[in-house]
Each structure stands twice: as structure tokens, then as C-alpha cells.
């Protein structure tokens, strides 16, 4: 009988939201008269821009052509596309260049492919909370120990993130080889400041770490104080790999694409202490496990970055953000302690005194029929707290906030 990889036994009994869909789907059997508002799973809800459609509709047809068919495109990426990206980040002053650009089917796929390249007793520092994706692909890699009663992994670095140090996680007090972190930051909603994130470039730098920098919203910072890539920061091609997704940006989460920038001058080491190009191992790997994003999807997010994408990209992500200046002054007047929604499409709320965040959900969900997520499910440090999604329409915010403000009035 073939044997099982033991360390899935590690993980906790169910990934986070699945778990969420399981408790919706047993409410909505027992009370299917009632109307369920989910505002839990960060998934987009406008379509996606007309600059996209037309170019994907021109891509389909190009493709029915003899003279216009393509097959297996580029593994990396059409040229067309990772020169568009390049040179969005080269007009926000960031180097990147073309080639350093690697196009994927998602950003959830490549935080928790990459961990890949490194060696299976490498060290990890991550934020907590967190994405739960860049634990558990760690878990399932063997690269912890088991899950303890603090809610922690052994062999895993918490750094800590809270309302006393403002959910900017601290270095690290071990000098971890990778380190993850994520800016806009899911869960919290907060956003990292060029100070911030230089002392952490510094810090790898010193440490020769590798910061794996996950940006996925970018696109919602609108302070220009604030960075939206970590190569604006001095120093960091030589630290960092950066993750990057037209989801949430341009609607693409059913569409499916993204890309992850690894510049030529990052190294690793190898066991035999000589330098090696991490570029060159996500090369191999990418060209070995992945087909490559179709011919139409490409068009369509080489779109995002015309004139007339960039137009409507705005539009849409300044629509979700007000739905977040919305629900984070709705629940601002219900007494609630608010974190995130100004730069970010999530809002982090600390959850009633004595009340922890699978009570709390389970609370909305009976009581007001709204779902969330609770903060328990990003690590340790997320208990006491609840995520809620801008991603919505704004009729559906609207109501999500009168029906808590039936039960949630500010003392």
C-alpha cells in the first residue's frame, strides 16, 4: 500500500475557509429561509473592466484564426505582457526588468510553491497573523514540527503583530534564512511605511535573509507616502522575491493570473556554500511544473496597464475602497475598534471583551445572518480579532451594516 506524506497529519483539521464554507452550509440547511450576507472570503464582485473584455474577445478570435493560432505559449509569459509589467513598475521607481518577471495563474500558488527553493531544514520568520497558505505549505514541506497548544508550528518564528506595536511585525530575535511578509497585509488591512520596510530590507541584508514580499493589493494603496513594491526600497533586489495578482485588482480571481518578479541578482546558497541565482532555480522550476497563463488571459491583463485599464482598474478598486471608508465608520459608531480600510480592501475589528473570533462569527452568523472570518484562523495572534471583506456590492455593505447595528449599538 503506498505510504502518505505524514505531515499533512500536522495541519489543523481543515483549512481555514473551508471551514468557514462548512459552518455557512450547516446554517443555511437548518435556516434556508434566511438570507446569508458573506463577507468573509476576499472575492471580487464587479466585472472585470471593459479594456480586459476587448482584449480577450479580440484574443479568442485571433486564436480561431489559421494565421493568429497559438499552443503552448512561453512558460515564463508572453513578452508582451511581462514588458507592460516591467515597465508600470520602472514608472513608479522601481527597478525590474523584463526578464526578471515570472507570469502565474495566481499569487496563492506561487507563496506557497516557492518555498520549493529552499532547503528543507531552512528556517522561517513569518508574520502572525498571516496568510495561512505560506504556514501550511511549510507544514506539508516538513519544515515544522508539530502544531502546539499556543496555536504555534515548532520550528516556525512568530512575529507577533497587535494593536500595541501598531500591526507592524518586529524583527526577528533568531536570523531566519526566509522570511515572509505582506504588504497591504492580509488580515490586518495595514500597510507597511517606507521606514518600515527599509529597516527590513536592511535587516535581510545583514542577516542574508531573503524577504518574500507578498503585494497582492498594491493596487488599494492611495497615500503616496506609502510603497507599493519593496524594489522601491534601496538594496532590495539583492533580498527580496515579490508576489503580485491581477485578482483583486482587476477582477481576475476566476480568471486566474498573476506574476512573481525574482531579479537576476538574488542568491541563495548551495551546499556547497557557492552562490546560486535564485532566478535560475525558479526558471527550472516554472519551466518543469507549469504550462504557462493562456493567450486571451494575457491579452486581458496586458490590458490592465492601457490607458483605459488604468482608468477603469482605479474605478473599481476606488469603489471597494469606499465600501471599506463605509464599514469602517459603520462600525466605528457601533464601538467597535477598527484597524485597516484606508489603503487596504479589509477591515480588522477586535472582536466584544470575552468573546473569541470562531464565537464571534458564529454569533453574526446566527444572529444577523453576516459572515466573516475570524482571527483565529490567521495564527495566535489573530484571536481577539475578526476580518471583514470590502469586496462587495455597495447595497450588500449597506445592509451587512444595518443588520449589525441592530445588535451592536456604542455604549
Not at 488580515?187 to 535581510?204: H, S
Not at 510603497?227 to 477582477?251: C, D, L, M, N, Q
Amino acid at each position: 500500500m503506498a505510504r502518505v506524506n505524514p505531515n499533512y497529519s500536522k495541519l489543523k483539521a481543515g483549512y481555514l475557509f473551508p471551514e468557514i464554507g462548512r459552518r455557512v452550509r450547516a446554517y443555511q440547511v437548518a435556516h434556508p429561509e434566511q438570507k446569508v450576507i458573506r463577507m468573509g472570503i476576499g472575492d471580487v464582485v464587479l466585472p472585470i473592466p471593459e479594456a480586459v473584455r476587448i482584449a480577450m474577445h479580440q484574443a479568442v478570435d485571433e486564436v480561431g484564426t489559421l494565421s493568429g493560432f497559438r499552443g503552448y505559449g512561453p512558460d515564463l509569459g508572453y513578452d508582451f505582457l511581462r514588458e507592460a509589467i516591467a515597465k508600470e513598475y520602472v514608472s513608479r521607481g522601481a527597478q525590474v526588468h523584463a526578464d526578471e518577471i515570472f507570469v502565474s495563474d495566481g499569487s496563492k500558488c506561487d507563496t506557497g510553491n516557492i518555498q520549493e527553493l529552499f532547503a528543507f531544514d531552512a528556517t522561517i520568520a513569518l508574520t502572525d497573523p498571516v496568510y495561512p497558505v505560506y504556514v501550511d505549505t511549510n507544514v506539508m514541506a516538513g519544515r515544522t514540527g508539530e502544531l502546539g497548544d499556543n496555536g504555534q508550528y515548532a520550528g516556525l518564528e512568530y512575529l507577533p503583530m497587535n494593536a500595541a506595536n501598531g500591526f507592524v511585525p518586529p524583527l526577528p530575535k533568531t536570523s531566519p534564512e526566509v522570511i515572509y511578509l505582506c504588504s497591504p497585509n492580509n488580515p490586518t488591512g495595514t500597510v507597511m511605511t517606507r521606514a518600515e520596510l527599509t529597516e527590513w530590507v536592511n535587516y535581510a541584508q545583514k542577516n542574508k535573509s531573503i524577504i518574500l514580499f507578498d503585494s497582492a493589493y498594491e493596487a488599494y494603496i492611495q497615500d503616496p507616502s506609502l510603497p507599493r513594491s519593496i524594489y522601491e526600497i534601496p538594496g532590495a533586489r539583492k533580498v527580496a522575491i515579490e508576489f503580485r495578482s491581477f485578482s483583486k485588482t482587476a477582477g481576475f480571481t476566476g480568471i486566474r493570473c498573476a506574476y512573481t518578479v525574482i531579479p537576476l541578482e538574488l542568491e541563495g546558497v548551495g551546499p556547497d556554500g557557492a552562490p546560486v541565482s535564485m532566478h535560475a532555480l525558479w526558471n527550472r522550476r516554472h519551466g518543469t511544473k507549469f504550462n504557462g497563463v493562456s493567450y486571451p488571459v494575457q491579452r486581458g491583463a496586458e490590458a490592465v496597464f492601457s490607458p483605459e485599464g488604468k482608468e477603469q482598474v482605479r474605478a473599481m478598486v476606488g469603489y471597494y475602497l469606499e465600501n471599506a471608508r463605509l464599514m469602517r465608520n459603520g462600525l466605528i459608531e457601533m464601538g467597535f475598534e477598527v484597524f485597516g480600510g484606508t489603503n487596504a480592501p479589509y477591515i480588522w475589528l477586535k472582536t466584544p471583551q470575552g468573546v473569541d473570533s470562531w464565537a464571534f462569527f458564529d454569533k453574526l452568523l446566527q444572529s444577523v445572518q453576516v459572515v466573516g472570518t475570524p482571527g483565529a484562523g490567521f495564527g495566535p495572534s489573530g484571536e481577539g480579532y475578526f476580518r471583514l471583506s470590502a469586496f462587495a456590492l455597495r447595497e450588500t455593505v449597506h445592509e451587512a451594516l444595518s443588520r449589525m447595528s441592530t445588535q451592536f449599538k456604542k455604549k
